[in-house]
């Protein structure tokens, strides 16, 4: 069924699929840029495939695309430097920007900002070689989590039962992240609320709640196996509902997110308060994947959902206007610029 009408179709021109890339979760990335080509060339949209793991910026300018799909996952094109890539380059692209993508890829500083704006998230801290370790078990209790910040689809993370087993822990993180997160293990129920939109106007979806095996939500039980069950709706009173896509779509604002992405959520058993996990700016859309299920509870297909976010493809850092020839600018007489980016007087104790 096409959701498009040729017009649309090649208004929307030419467009790359970017998937692959050369991240820890490029084999996910290849299920999910081979789903999403396969939904856009069914649409009538002229869409080719590029993975940006094998071929360089400069083949991509000389591809000449319209606009780009983001379909990768992890470093290198969901943290924030591919989208700076392509904003030097000029070619608009889906999802969130360069800030957006660095923070929501980095788990430490979203919790931080998350913090900052009163969001529930975890107790954590950060740990590295020299850390005491028991002292760290002693704050946060047992079981804990141990996780690299900079890496997704539940690779590196570890479930601390025991004190002896948290060294071995920091270094399987260790050893794929240049920094240590260490988490406080919230017990209770698993959700992702996918979203939507930019601003205002960003929805969230139906909420997914995901029931793994044994509670181990891992890599394999992700994307290869069926045993992991998931219930979409997911069984909540109204009222938690609300509550819990209200601070979910709060969590992607805060962050600057757009076009689309997917906010985790635990939900404590002893008295259903909601706790916010992270955030993904380039979510999975392979047969598995929880933003194509919550889209289909919502009455859109799969080739709806693409072309919906491929639609709002944009530059996120437009350059500004073109001056005048000869016009007297605070460039070039260094004169600082009035509005919100000139200096502010700092406050007390700020130095």
């Given at each position: 069924?096409?959701?498009?009408?040729?017009?649309?179709?090649?208004?929307?021109?030419?467009?790359?699929?970017?998937?692959?890339?050369r991240s820890a979760e490029r084999d996910v990335s290849l299920m999910s840029g081979a789903g999403v080509l396969a939904a856009l060339q069914s649409q009538?949209?002229?869409?080719?495939?590029?993975?940006?793991?094998?071929?360089?910026?400069?083949?991509l300018a000389a591809e000449k695309f319209d606009r780009v799909f983001i379909a990768l996952h992890g470093r290198f094109g969901e943290d924030g430097s591919?989208?700076?890539?392509?904003?030097?380059?000029?070619?608009?692209?889906?999802?969130?920007?360069?800030?957006?993508?660095?923070?929501?890829?980095?788990?430490?500083?979203?919790?931080?900002?998350?913090?900052?704006?009163?969001?529930?998230?975890?107790?954590?801290?950060?740990?590295?070689?020299?850390?005491?370790?028991?002292?760290?078990?002693?704050?946060?209790?047992?079981?804990?989590?141990?996780?690299?910040?900079?890496?997704?689809?539940?690779?590196?993370?570890?479930?601390?039962?025991?004190?002896?087993?948290?060294?071995?822990?920091?270094?399987?993180?260790?050893?794929?992240?240049?920094?240590?997160?260490?988490?406080?293990?919230?017990?209770?129920?698993?959700?992702?609320?996918?979203i939507l939109g930019q601003g205002a106007g960003a929805r969230a979806l139906p909420i997914v709640e995901i029931v793994a095996p044994e509670g181990n939500?891992?890599?394999?039980?992700?994307?290869?196996?069926?045993?992991?069950?998931?219930?979409?709706?997911?069984?909540?009173?109204?009222?938690?509902?609300?509550?819990?896509?209200?601070?979910?779509?709060?969590?992607?604002?805060?962050?600057?997110?757009?076009?689309?992405?997917?906010?985790?959520?635990?939900?404590?058993?002893?008295?259903?308060?909601?706790?916010?996990?992270?955030?993904?700016?380039?979510?999975?859309?392979?047969?598995?994947?929880?933003?194509?299920?919550?889209?289909?509870?919502?009455?859109?297909?799969?080739?709806?959902?693409?072309?919906?976010?491929?639609?709002?493809?944009?530059?996120?850092?437009?350059?500004?206007?073109?001056?005048?020839?000869?016009?007297?600018?605070?460039?070039?007489?260094?004169?600082?610029?009035?509005?919100?980016?000139?200096?502010?007087?700092?406050?007390?104790?700020?130095?």
């Open positions: 069924m096409n959701h498009i009408t040729p017009i649309e179709a090649q208004a929307l021109g030419k467009v790359g699929v970017l998937f692959g890339g009538g949209v002229d869409a080719h495939a590029f993975d940006p793991g094998q071929r360089s910026l400069a083949e591919l989208q700076g890539a392509l904003e030097q380059l000029g070619i608009p692209y889906t999802g969130s920007g360069v800030t957006a993508c660095a923070i929501g890829m980095d788990k430490i500083y979203t919790k931080i900002v998350w913090l900052m704006h009163g969001l529930p998230t975890p107790k954590y801290a950060v740990i590295d070689a020299s850390s005491d370790l028991a002292a760290v078990a002693a704050d946060l209790g047992l079981p804990l989590i141990v996780k690299p910040p900079h890496e997704g689809s539940t690779i590196g993370i570890t479930k601390v039962n025991a004190a002896a087993e948290f060294r071995a822990a920091f270094d399987t993180a260790a050893a794929l992240d240049n920094s240590v997160l260490a988490e406080e293990f919230v017990t209770g129920r698993e959700f992702t609320v996918a939500y891992d890599y394999q039980n992700k994307y290869f196996t069926d045993t992991t069950q998931y219930f979409c709706p997911a069984v909540l009173d109204a009222a938690l509902t609300a509550e819990m896509q209200r601070i979910a779509l709060e969590a992607y604002r805060t962050l600057g997110c757009e076009g689309w992405g997917r906010v985790d959520v635990l939900l404590r058993a002893r008295d259903n308060k909601p706790f916010l996990l992270e955030v993904n700016a380039s979510p999975g859309m392979t047969s598995h994947s929880l933003v194509p299920m919550a889209a289909r509870a919502d009455g859109i297909s799969y080739e709806a959902l693409c072309v919906e976010i491929l639609r709002a493809a944009r530059l996120k850092m437009p350059g500004p206007p073109a001056a005048k020839v000869g016009a007297v600018t605070a460039a070039n007489t260094g004169t600082p610029p009035a509005g919100p980016l000139a200096p502010v007087a700092p406050a007390k104790g700020q130095g």
